[in-house]
């Protein structure tokens, strides 16, 4: 640790903003107090000067996080509107337009809200469903009319956590709209020309392939998920192979290392080919919609860059953890994303066992010997799978037992796949059909790779539901004739010692039976009560309790 601070930093960091953030507010002026008492004890403790300097750097950014939580601002007044779910006008400029078939939802970085008795300034970002179209263009000032709720926390186990995924986007609230129009042009032309690019490379990819295939480039590449078929993303989640289609480091290093190394080689200087580098990589990062995990690997391939261009050696371990800390900074809500969790947990995971296979003696045979580097390669993708495997759990509710022989397969080929796209698509807008023979080549390793996908899901076990783990539940299904039987078979269970907290089943839907319950394999279920004649009692998207105490209690 003596060697990498930035560690230690970062774990202050993240200690302090969980702290704060699962504490009373009345408690944190008390850790503050005992942060200072620790530091004051700490600097009359006889240890290594480098140990104390480490030990003070921590106990900093343990303050820094706690700090940086309570900078986020209450938006009391607004809290109180989307309660009550307000009539209101919101004015700010688009920072996102994402257009699907069944409409447009706008991410607005809101100046003002209005209601009819009062205006608030502001700088929350919202995001505004329900539209049909939107005619102004990025960073366009707009004005948008609709009911402002808050974000939906999760009301059932195992339910997509929506206000957890929208605090990770930096997202404050819904608003349900009902209209919008353009009041001023204000837009990025940088990001609307790079957008303009990524639709034309789309409209390659959907002109020159089967659909099925061109939705899959098209996130994996440009990291539009709209054309993705759910067939094809259902697919590649219970094989664990979705990753693929998130932008990564890999594809990050494709386009950066790649453009790096190639200038380095016609002889120009470190810091042109930095410049050049970098320069395209974050166009890159902009044209497919900058998420935490291309930040996280843009960043990284700069810290990378910059140590060639100094002469100093780069550590993997380090440079997440700059990067890290400079997202958690920028948005503490970040540290509860799945999507950050499993980038950063897959980074760590290779930096410890990279660090593992240092101190192995048999080191460089293994790098000489093919079968070493295939042994080498198998336990990488079990160290990034042993580590993601609680997140995927938690976000998931299912593992694929055989995803770590698939990923072998999948990884390396992606190397191929990913140029061979990018090329595929660049040439096809700037010459036409010639850019075809590149993207047939891709659609064939993506044929390889659904073969591979619909044999592994043939298997015994291809798919474990689990639940979550800090939540276990014991559903029981009984076919019972009215509420009171229901009431006595509750409490038959209750003496033998099984309490459970919720009376109603889940269908998950998880195949064509309406009877199956397979738990886990939807994210938002659909809660029946059923009486013994087979009638729906209640029906809701998601637990509703009330309802069903109502029903219970008739």
Known sequence: MKQRPLIVMLFGLV???????????????????????????????????????????????????????????????????????EQVTIQGYLSEIVTKEEGVTLYIKAQKITTREKTVKTHVTIVVYGLSECQAKLGDTYEVKGKLTSLKAPSNPGEFNQERYLRGENVSYICFGTGGRKLEDTTFYIKEQLQNIRG????????????????????????????????????????????????????????GMGLFRLRRKQGASYLEAFVQAGVVILGYGILTGLSDSTLRAMLMLVVFMLGEYLGRSYDLLSAMALSAMILLLQN?????????????????????????????????????????????????????????????????????????????????????LFPLALLGGIL???????????????????????LLARVIRKLPFSTVPISHLSMLKIVIYYT????????????????????????????????????????????????LFI????????????????????????
Not at 363 to 374: I, P, R, S
Not at 428 to 450: M, N, P, R, S, T
Not at 536 to 550: A, H, T
């Open 15 to 85: 200690l302090g903003e969980v702290f704060v953030q699962t504490m009373e507010k009345s408690w944190v002026w008390v850790v503050f107090i005992g942060i200072l008492a620790i530091g004051i004890i700490g600097y009359f403790v006889k240890m290594d000067l480098e140990y104390k300097r480490l030990w003070f750097l921590l106990l900093f950014f343990v303050g820094l996080g706690a700090v940086r939580i309570l900078m986020i601002p209450t938006h009391s007044v607004l809290n109180q509107w989307a309660d009550k779910q």
């Open 200 to 255: 034309k490379i789309s409209s390659v990819y959907r002109k020159d392939l089967p659909k099925k295939k061109a939705g899959i480039l098209c996130a994996m590449v440009l990291g539009e998920k709209r054309y993705l078929e759910e067939e094809m993303k259902l697919l590649y989640q219970q094989n664990q192979i979705a990753h693929v289609l998130a932008i990564s480091g890999l594809h990050m290093g494709i386009v």
């Open 332 to 416: 503490p809500n970040r540290i509860y994303s799945s999507g950050v969790l499993l980038s950063y947990g897959a980074i760590v995971s290779i930096g410890l066992y990279q660090e593992l296979k240092k101190s192995r003696k048999e080191k460089e045979k293994e790098e000489k010997n093919w079968f070493g580097k295939l042994k080498d390669s198998f336990f990488v993708v079990l160290w990034i799978q042993l580590f993601t495997l609680p997140i995927l759990i938690q976000s998931f509710h299912m593992i694929s037992p055989y995803s770590i022989f698939l990923n072998l397969i999948i990884v390396p080929l992606l190397s191929i």
């Open 428 to 450: 096809g807008c700037v010459f036409g059909g010639v850019g075809k023979v590149c993207l047939q080549g891709a659609g064939l390793i993506l044929d390889f790779y659904e």
């Open 480 to 527: 019972v004739a009215n509420a009171e039987q229901l009431q006595e078979e509750y409490a038959a269970w209750q003496q033998r010692g099984v309490d459970f907290d919720y009376r109603a089943v889940s269908d998950f839907k998880g195949d064509a039976s309406p009877i199956r319950i397979i738990y886990g394999t939807q994210a938002t279920p659909t809660c």
């Open 531 to 554: 009486s013994h004649d087979g009638t729906i009692k209640v029906l809701s998207e998601g637990l509703n309790p009330e309802r069903f105490e109502e029903e219970l209690n008739k």
